[in-house]
């Protein structure tokens, strides 16, 4: 049982658009919602995170929104660029500190 | 201030047998997690270790086991090795008073014939 849905799987873009990725979640005792990001031979870099508490968290071109009621999170990449073309996860922490992650989107962004 | 780092980086092994992966946590963590992340999925919890001592593990065989050292360096081992475990496994670490979220290192690719 997936933990943390995660959607689209793939995602395509041009130059200066806002991919949006999407993630759910059911078990209401997570706590740690971050978004990691991952290039091809390299392991996931912790892109950005936000707590419940919060509805919007934003760094540089990269926004969480969250949604505590529904139970959705969501990241938006604004003018994305071609750099930017990796595979992102979402995750979530349970109690005893063990995250669950989103099964991972690849964006791809076209010069 | 170094990473995470892991050892050795790709590993091919023969079913049946016996693996041991390496890890050093980023300067001033203390916590070490391992993920094994399968081909276009996301990372899985297996364990992590915080005093030497196993404090959570996930859903894994028991085949799968760790080990924390003093200076906060860990070992994963996989004992009878399955076609099934190949995949990349990612050590993470983290500091439990500056914050819980995982760094990751790069892992090491484990292919199984």
């Known amino acids: 049982q997936q933990q943390v849905k995660q959607s689209p799987q793939s995602l395509i873009v041009q130059k200066g658009g806002i991919p949006i990725i999407n993630c759910a979640y059911e078990n209401t005792a997570f706590d740690y919602f971050p978004w990691y990001q991952q290039f091809p031979g390299k392991g996931p870099a912790l892109l950005i995170a936000?707590?419940?508490?919060?509805s919007e968290k934003k760094e540089g071109r990269f926004t969480i929104s969250f949604n505590k009621s529904a139970k959705q999170f969501s990241l938006h990449i604004m003018d994305s660029q071609p750099g930017d073309s990796a595979t992102y996860f979402c995750a979530a922490r349970a109690t005893g500190n063990q995250f669950y992650f989103g099964t991972g989107t690849s964006l791809t962004v076209i010069p | 201030d170094a990473g995470v780092t892991q050892s050795p980086t790709h590993l091919i092994k023969t079913r049946g047998q016996q693996v041991t992966l390496r890890c050093s946590p980023k300067?001033?963590?203390?916590?070490v997690s391992w993920y094994q992340q399968a081909l276009g999925q996301g990372p899985q919890f297996i364990f992590q270790y915080y005093e030497e001592e196993e404090r959570q593990r996930g859903n894994i065989p028991d085949r799968f086991s760790g080990h924390q050292f003093p200076n906060y360096s860990s070992e994963l081992n996989v004992n009878a090795l399955l076609l099934g475990d190949s995949a990349l496994y990612l050590c993470a670490s983290s500091d439990r008073d500056r914050g819980p979220y995982p760094h990751f290192g790069n892992g090491t690719r484990l292919t199984v014939t």
């Open positions: 936000i707590r419940p508490d919060v």
């Open positions: 300067s001033g963590h203390d916590t």
